[in-house]
């Protein structure tokens, strides 16, 4: 199988079961998060066992799903799934702007600095825009949950929360190539 092909099955294989699952028992979160959890482990462990590491950013993403989900479901409350996004980018803000005082660069840099070479300046540029970026996502998840029904919220977390980011995405390439360097 192709390499490409597994990590994007790893990447969505548990959101489509989630869907499915959501969908097929009528709209009922309780019966969809168990199947989602479980189809998260599983994609991990297949991770694990085709590359012998899992990504930080599947890892705790696979950590947090487990754990919101498990408190959504013992509690018998959506509010823990609903705030899950919210506090990964909230983490993920957070973790970008502390993450230099350990590191001594942009976290970013660390990340995905084998495969983009900018300036400094391009990479605390781009760790900011980041930063940014996180934190209106944690923001724009709690106004969609707290507004809007539970089916908008799970459409949104997806069709709308995925888009916005490939959006915000693309837009970064003016900034990188400004201060691409040729290493």
Not at 47 to 66: A, D, N, Q, Y
Not at 109 to 130: C, F, P, V, Y
């Amino acid at each position: 199988m192709n390499k490409s092909f597994l990590k994007f099955l790893t990447d969505f294989g548990p959101l489509i079961i989630f869907f499915y699952y959501y969908y097929d028992s009528n709209k009922d979160l309780k019966i969809a998060i168990p199947p989602f959890i479980i189809a998260t482990i599983l994609a991990l462990s297949f991770v694990w066992f085709l590359e012998k590491k899992i990504p930080k950013v599947p890892l705790l993403s696979g950590i947090l799903i487990t754990l919101f989900g498990g408190l959504t479901i013992y509690f018998d409350n959506p509010i823990f799934i609903y705030m899950k996004p919210t506090i990964i980018n909230i983490l993920f803000g957070i973790s970008l702007i502390f993450g230099r005082y350990f590191t001594n660069e942009p976290v970013l840099k660390k990340i995905i600095g084998q495969s983009i070479s900018l300036t400094d300046e391009g990479w605390k540029i781009l760790n900011k825009r980041w930063v940014y970026f996180f934190f209106l996502l944690a923001i724009l998840n709690e106004l969609v949950w707290r507004t809007q029904s539970e089916e908008f919220w799970v459409n949104f977390k997806v069709w709308g929360l995925l888009p916005i980011t490939f959006i915000f995405t693309a837009f970064q390439i003016g900034l990188i190539n400004k201060y691409k360097t040729n290493e």
